[in-house]
Every structure is written in C-alpha cells, then in structure tokens.
C-alpha cells in the first residue's frame, strides 16, 4: 500500500525554525518528485515547495522563499521540510504529496494525513 | 486573490449535475494540464482529475473534467451527499515557475 506519514509539527515562536518529514513507503520514492502542500485554519490549499525524484531540481513559492528548504534522502525514502524564520502565517496543516511524474510538479496522487505547524509566542 | 479563479460555492440537489469552473486568466494556462482535488471535512485532499480529463483508477466515472483554452471544468453527476466537500483546480504556473491552486468551490447537496 502506497503511504505518506508525516511528522515534525508542533508549535514553535515567531523567528523559530522546525524540521517537518515525511516518510513514504509502497512506491519507488526516487521514481517521483514529491510536493508540500499546506492549509492555514479554515483557509485553502497553497503549494508550498517540489522536488524532483533525484533532489536535483526544487521549487518555491514566492511566499518561503529564503526561508525553507526542501529536500530528500532516496536511500531512507523520506522527504523533509526546513521551516526557518517562521512567521504567524505560517500557521497551517502541511501535507506531503507524490506526484505522478519524475522531474516536475505535476499532478499529485498521493497524501499524507498531515501536521500541524503552529507559530506562536 | 489565487491566480486560478473559482466560484466560492456551487450547489445542487441530489441526483442532479453540477459544474465548477477554473479560470486561469492567461495564455500560458491554455498550455498547461490541470488537476482536480476533492477535499472532505476534516481530511486530506484527494486527487479526481488530472491532466485535464483523466481520472485516476478508483474514482468514479461521475467526475469528469474538461479544458477549453483558459478555463477548466470540472462536472459531477448523479450527486451524492458524500460528494459534499470542497474541491480545487491546480496548476504549474510557468511565469511564476510554481504550482497554483485555485480559491477553492465548497459544493452542497442541497
């Protein structure tokens, strides 16, 4: 069975950072680049950050650019997230998705349950 | 304000069809493929449509989608209140070289 699980969420202050996971198991992980997604409280979705199945090639919104970075380990077949900086309106449920493709964000098939990052004093 | 424009809500009543629409309000949107997610109260979102029309296996053939130039449409039929969910287009953006959703359509079942 294909499988996403994230971890790592919790509530941290204002200018903090936190490291979010997610392991997948019951596919290829290096075959497919993987996605975060996030959802403030009540609010809709917002594309986060990509990667392509190799790591080589990874992609922002404009709205954590500079502040996180995505990356991932083929070999322990996990994704992570390196929130830095954090502001209130990072407040969200982040989930990590697969795509249907290798090199680019594309369409994303699978989702995890999510975690809750929340950004407080 | 999401660069992919969808209604807020739509509703119908059971049985009947729906339509919800993506707008994607340039020229590049015309190229790229689309996506459709369904996302239930209190879970994760879930992939129906994807480049364009094609569904993934498991999803029922009621959901359909449909592109014309710069527009989206994503179509239910024979409505089911378990079809009650909040459902959203997507898209690789190339001028802004990220992924976009759109605001999102929450559908009643009236």
């Known amino acids: 069975e294909v499988q996403l699980l994230e971890s790592g969420g919790g509530l941290v202050q204002p200018g903090g950072s936190l490291r979010l996971s997610c392991a997948a198991s019951g596919f290829i992980f290096s075959s497919q680049a993987m996605t975060w997604v996030r959802q403030a409280p009540g609010k809709g979705l917002e594309w986060v950050s990509g990667?392509?199945?190799?790591?080589?090639?990874?992609y922002y919104a404009d709205s954590v650019k500079g502040r996180f970075t995505i990356s991932r380990d083929n070999s322990r077949n996990t994704l992570s997230l390196q929130m830095n900086s954090l502001r209130a309106e990072d407040t969200a449920i982040y989930y990590c998705a697969k795509d249907l493709l290798t090199s680019t964000v594309h369409a994303f098939d699978i989702w995890g349950q999510g975690t809750l990052v929340t950004v407080s004093s | 304000q999401s660069v992919l424009t969808q209604p807020p809500s739509v509703s119908a009543a059971p049985g009947q069809k729906v339509t919800i629409s993506c707008s994607g309000g340039?020229?590049?949107?015309?190229?790229?493929?689309v996506s459709w997610y369904q996302q239930l109260p209190g879970t994760a979102p879930k992939l129906l449509i994807y480049?364009?029309?094609k569904r993934p296996s498991g999803i029922p053939d009621r959901f359909s989608g449909s592109k014309s130039g710069t527009s989206a449409t994503l179509a239910i039929t024979g409505l089911q209140t378990g079809d009650e969910a909040d459902y959203y287009c997507?898209?690789?953006?190339?001028?802004?070289?990220?992924?976009?959703f759109g605001g999102g359509t929450k559908l009643t079942v009236l």
């Open positions: 997507g898209t690789w953006h190339y001028s802004l070289s990220a992924w976009v």
């Open positions: 340039s020229s590049n949107f015309a190229n790229e493929y």
């Open positions: 990667i392509s199945g190799g790591g080589g090639s990874t």
């Open positions: 480049d364009n029309y």
